[in-house]
Nanobody, 121 residues
Framework: QVQLVESGGGSVQPGGSLRLSCTAS????????VAWYRQAPGKQRELVAT???????SYGDSVKGRFNISRDNVQNTVYLQMNSLKPEDTAVYYC???????????????WGQGTQVTVSS
């Protein structure tokens, strides 16, 4: 089983910055990609950013130019640097990893518990 733990959320004023982290542990054989999603009350879940095993990245239109996703393979951690935060960024942010626990295992998605980000003045 792969465990994902998000951290770094909190409350900030508009224009502020936060860095979220997603750390993987457990029976990890391979993680092909990691994504950050977010969901605000009454809204659909939204894809924020992705990073592949090769290091390629992609971003949702609403955060492009403001957010940056990166990885630290030694620490098994993926980061989401969030700058120029807006009230519309308020949501619970979830880490999702697509991987497998052994060479013979099937690929599947793993989810973290989420971390709250609140942007308000």
């Amino acid at each position: 089983q792969v465990q994902l733990v998000e951290s770094g959320g909190g409350s900030v004023q508009p224009g502020g910055s936060l860095r979220l982290s997603c750390t993987a542990s457990g029976r990890i054989f391979m993680i092909n990609a990691v994504a950050w999603y977010r969901q605000a009350p009454g809204k659909q879940r939204e894809l924020v950013a992705t990073i592949s095993s090769s290091g390629s990245t992609s971003y949702g239109d609403s955060v492009k130019g403001r957010f940056n996703i990166s990885r630290d393979n030694v620490q098994n951690t993926v980061y989401l640097q969030m700058n120029s935060l807006k009230p519309e960024d308020t949501a619970v942010y979830y880490c999702n990893a697509f991987g497998k626990t052994a060479a013979w295992a099937e690929y599947r998605h793993y989810w973290g518990q989420g971390t709250q980000v609140t942007v308000s003045s």
